[in-house]
């Protein structure tokens, strides 16, 4: 009888081990919306991840209401409309941006992320159909109003304001990233272990791949129009965000190509020697940040990223060569199908 | 003194309880062979509109679509799929061309419409960075 059972519990056990297998490698949920002006896509292991993913949507609707400046009334509109009068009332999360922005900034002395370069995006038509060149005086007389420290933030109570007239925030730099923090916290709040969202080309991820390895992050080749990438990097929970001159861009009258990034200290397009910058660091919102360092050109944003101290990058210059910072030794993987690329590890 | 716990019936039912083990791991491992295919998914507004296997597509098609204002034209073939075209400003979703490996996807942001195709993935990354 013993011998029964026995066998019956091997059986149970064998058949039980064959099934959980099965399970780990389940598919995951992927799904895609537009929200935050861009398309999202949220790759969910584990269960309820349907219901995960909708509270997900829910979050990021209410954010890009609060954050962007194309909803009337948002916080970020409510900031610039009351620039130079005082004290605004803000959402926590508006005051959570605003701070990690300053923080970001300070590293820089503002040369690379500086939120207030909102009257130069406005004034080059960024984000809109009918980007333009404006004259050289008028850019003159809007750089006075780009500075990060005009952004005054009191946190008892709970408001933050602008402290000159005509200053005009542009999340635009970090949103997305602070918005991919939210994510991965709504991610953990759920007990998942193995999620990752793509917010228009930032990826943030949660834990490892449901089969315990780094998930693999595609970094794409900033010459080609078909997605291809030049190689990728092996993370776990961390972010990887990219900031180049070929997301949005456009030609002038006089054919000139100009990238949709405005250097906070010239006022016009970023011209830095580098088509792109991919930082990656766990906090989402301090990699979008940083990835202004494109705007400083490989030496410039190398320094930049070492005063942060817990990022590394991926540079790609102009002249096709690809600088991998040292801490990215093991985990980058070049893979350049175009072979117009030159990879160079660093230290 | 040898003792018998097991006999020959007992190793057969434990062989036979193995193979079925094995049978039912390699079943929930190895996807039936329609899975193999790659599938062509077009998306609305986050909302699936068509879903196609791409190795089954006999004549060329073109799939019109309105969205958002934007007129768009899908074109389906035998293993592949593309935006043909938009009357959308910057063109980024015809110029992505075709779509014919597991992953692959294009997106046409003012329609608000993804194509993207889905299978076994040959070492494709999770995801890219952009």
């Given at each position: 009888m013993k011998k029964q059972i026995c066998i019956l519990l091997i059986a149970l056990a064998l058949l039980g081990s064959a099934g959980s297998c099965a399970r780990q490698s389940a598919k995951p949920l992927e799904a895609d919306n537009f929200v935050l002006g861009t398309i999202v896509t949220q790759t969910i292991y584990g269960n309820a991840a349907q219901q995960v993913a909708d509270d997900v949507w829910t979050e990021l609707n209410r954010l890009e209401a609060l954050l962007t400046v194309n909803a009337s009334g948002g916080d970020a509109n409510l900031l610039n409309a009351r620039a130079g009068q005082g004290l605004v009332p803000m959402e926590f999360d508006t005051l959570q941006v605003l701070e990690s922005a300053r923080k970001i900034s300070a590293l820089s002395q503002g040369r690379a992320l500086d939120i207030t370069v909102g009257p130069l995006v406005k004034a080059w038509g960024i984000?809109?159909?009918?980007?333009q060149v404006p004259s050289a005086q008028l850019i003159r007389e809007l750089l006075p109003l780009v500075n990060y420290q005009d952004v005054r933030i009191d946190r008892d109570q709970a408001s933050a304001e602008?402290?000159?007239?005509g200053q005009m925030v542009d999340l635009g730099g970090i949103a997305k990233g602070y918005a991919g923090d939210v994510v991965r916290d709504i991610y953990r709040q759920h007990g998942l272990t193995s999620a990752f969202i793509n917010i228009g080309g930032n990826v943030v991820t949660l834990g490892a791949r449901p089969d315990g390895n780094p998930w693999h992050i595609g970094i794409q080749n900033p010459r080609s129009e078909t997605g291809e990438i030049v190689g990728y990097v092996s993370v776990v929970n961390q972010a990887v965000v990219t900031s180049g001159d070929y997301q949005r861009y456009f030609f002038a009258e006089n054919g000139q190509r100009y990238c949709h990034i405005i250097d906070p200290t010239t006022g016009y397009p970023a011209e830095s020697g580098l088509m792109s910058v991919t930082v990656i660091t766990e906090s989402s919102t301090d990699a979008d940040g940083l990835s202004k360092a494109f705007i400083l050109g490989l030496e410039g944003g190398r320094e930049l990223l070492r005063s942060y101290g817990q990022a590394e990058g991926v540079f790609i210059t102009t002249d096709k060569k690809i600088y991998v910072t040292p801490g990215l030794r093991g985990d980058f993987h070049f893979e350049d199908a175009s072979h117009a690329y030159t990879y160079i590890q660093e230290g | 003194m040898r003792i018998r716990t097991f006999k020959k019936g007992d190793f057969i039912l434990i062989l036979v309880i193995a193979i079925g083990a094995a049978l039912l791991f390699v079943w929930n491992h190895y996807p039936a062979s329609g899975q193999h295919q790659v599938f062509a998914v077009i998306t609305q507004d986050g909302q699936v509109v068509r879903e196609v296997s791409l190795e089954q597509l006999g004549e060329l098609e073109d799939m019109e679509l309105q969205s958002n204002g934007v007129d768009l034209t899908i074109r389906l073939e035998r293993g592949r799929i593309r935006f043909s075209a938009s009357t959308c400003p910057d063109q980024i979703c015809v110029h992505s061309g075709w779509l014919s490996q597991a992953g692959d996807r294009a997106v046409c942001l003012p329609a608000k419409v993804v194509v993207k195709v889905l299978g076994q993935s040959n070492g494709a990354p999770d995801s890219v960075a952009y």
């Open positions: 984000g809109t159909d009918h980007a602008l402290t000159q007239a | -």
